[in-house]
């Protein structure tokens, strides 16, 4: 069974990083995903705000699972380098992430990811870029 396959079939619950954070997965296809999760207390830094590495991994893992459903059958992928530019602090609410493959090659990919206020509010809270490497089996 393909990591696609145990989303479609057990949502968050396959990927125990969605779970613990809360993470929900609203669509993926096509070199594009969107996910979103709830702010809460615990994601805050020491002036409550929420800390910028919840910013990236959320951008990771949107830009990730975007990648994933453009691999073939034999790829997997693992984070080279990942580069994020915060804009905008947030300290509660819902964030919404979306991820979206720029290219991919046979060994390297390249994706950038976007965190904003869920509910369509415009501003972008931050914008980040990585390079994947592309592994095959």
């Not at 615990?42 to 990236?56: K, R």
């Not at 300290?91 to 919404?96: A, F, V």
């Amino acid at each position: 069974m393909t990591y696609l396959d145990e989303i479609s079939l057990k949502g968050r619950d396959a990927n125990p990083f969605f779970r613990m954070m809360g993470i929900e997965i609203v669509s993926y296809g096509r070199g594009e995903a969107v996910l979103e999760m709830d702010v809460t207390p615990d994601m805050m830094n020491g002036d409550g705000w929420l800390q910028g590495g919840i910013y990236t991994a959320l951008a990771d893992e949107a830009m990730a699972l975007a990648l994933i459903t453009i691999l073939d059958d034999n790829e997997s992928i693992a984070t080279i380098s990942e580069t994020t530019s915060f804009y905008r602090g947030m300290q509660k609410g819902r964030l919404h992430a979306e991820g979206r493959v720029v290219r991919k090659g046979r060994r390297i990919a390249f994706a950038e990811g976007r965190i904003m206020p869920a509910g369509g509010e415009d501003p972008v809270l931050s914008k980040s870029d990585a390079s994947f490497a592309v592994i095959r089996r």
